[in-house]
């Protein structure tokens, strides 16, 4: 196969994996890469144990309180692996048109 069809269909190939990551419509990220993009982000989080940032306004907009910061003992809080599973929920309940300007 000449040198010049296998360049042409690598670009081809990049280009589609792009096409197929973007909603046409909005210029989002799909609903399928928007969750693993999600899942990528949260995993990378819990490995590193890097803090994980939600606007106030989208939380409230989906109906989550928050616990206000405090000193007090956190004897009460949940684990993290029953946190984890309560974000990825949330992340499962908005879709990339919440994020729509």
């Given at each position: 196969m000449p040198t010049v069809l296998l360049a042409r269909r690598f670009?081809?190939?990049?280009?589609?994996?792009?096409?197929s990551r973007i909603d046409?419509?909005?210029?989002?990220?799909n609903?399928?890469?928007?969750?693993?993009?999600?899942t990528a982000e949260i995993n990378r989080a819990v490995r590193t144990g890097s803090?994980?940032?939600?606007?106030d306004d989208l939380m409230d907009s989906e109906g989550i309180l928050l616990a206000a910061d405090s000193s007090e003992d956190e004897e009460d809080e949940p684990p993290p692996d029953v946190l984890?599973?309560?974000?990825r929920q949330f992340l499962k309940s908005i879709?990339?048109?919440d994020f729509a300007s």
């Open positions: 670009i081809m190939h990049a280009q589609l994996v792009v096409q046409s419509k909005t210029g989002l990220l609903s399928s890469t928007w969750e693993l993009e999600a803090p994980l940032f939600v606007s984890i599973g309560q974000f879709k990339p048109e």
